[in-house]
């Protein structure tokens, strides 16, 4: 699974993180195990209660109080809990448009629908083999309402940080960089990150002047490699 960009109709640029396959069966797993235990609690109640005597009368209330819950569970926590069920809720998934606006209920009853060809007649098979394929987490019902299941959770990285990968016979140039701060670092470190991504020279150009007055030096690289000589000599006087 990967990113994928959405637009807005305000035209904003919205990053969502498609939800890997094996959380999406953890959430299911989990969801089942609820389910479970809900049978068993109504079972344990309905025969305690001597309500299930009659044979006839027995089939009822087993459908009443065990088959339409569990049957109108998905619908029912999708539909009125923002596109979470308690499993999807407890590994940080959500059901989502495509197009960035909030699925309606119409969405919802879609992908419920289809889930009896997606999940319950092939077991899942067929839901995890459109997933794999389709890159943006949808199953067959997810194509047919439009949606996709994203994760919520933030994944930091390297990137997101101030530390700098560098090797263990590194020699830094400028103990100058002990001036900044570790808010400084990052705040370098994500325009030149921005600047880069983009080809933004002039943005590294002036970038690479501030970093040099605030240092008190001239530096003898390039833009580019002075302002990656200064993450690189931070993390390498404070860390050590």
């Known amino acids: 699974m990967d990113n994928f960009q959405i637009e807005t109709a305000q035209n904003v640029s919205i990053q969502q993180q498609v939800a890997g396959i094996g959380d999406r069966i953890l959430s299911y797993l989990i969801d ?17 209660f001597g309500l299930d005597s009659n044979e006839d009368s027995s089939i009822n209330i087993y ?5 339409i819950p569990s049957f109108l569970y998905f619908l029912f ?19 989502v448009k495509l197009d960035g606006s909030k699925p309606g209920f119409g969405s919802f009853f879609v992908r419920w629908i289809m889930r009896v060809i997606d999940v319950a007649l092939t077991t899942g098979g067929i839901a995890v083999f459109t997933i794999l394929l389709n890159g943006k987490g949808q199953r067959l019902g997810d194509i047919a309402a439009g949606t996709t299941v994203v ?5 930091v990285r ?8 560098i090797a263990e016979d ?10 900044f701060t570790d808010a400084d670092i990052q705040k370098v470190k994500t325009v030149y990150s921005n600047a ?7 943005v590294i150009l002036k970038l ?10 001239t530096p003898e690289e390039t833009p580019f490699a002075f302002v990656d000589r200064v993450l690189k000599d931070y993390n390498y006087y404070t860390q050590k």
């Open 158 to 165: 390297l990137s997101h940080t101030i530390l700098e990968d």
């Open 196 to 202: 880069k991504r983009y080809s933004k020279h002039n």
């Open 151 to 155: 994760t919520e959770r933030k994944k």
């Open 170 to 179: 590194y020699v830094p140039k400028y103990p100058q960089v002990t001036v």
């Open 208 to 217: 690479s002047e501030k970093l040099a007055r605030t240092m008190q030096i």
């Open 32 to 48: 089942l195990l609820i389910l479970g235990a809900y049978w068993i609690a109504s079972i344990f109640l309905v025969t305690a």
């Open 63 to 67: 459908f009443m109080i065990i088959g």
């Open 77 to 95: 926590f999708e539909g009125f809990w923002d596109g979470r069920t308690p499993g999807k809720a407890a590994i940080g998934l959500r059901v």
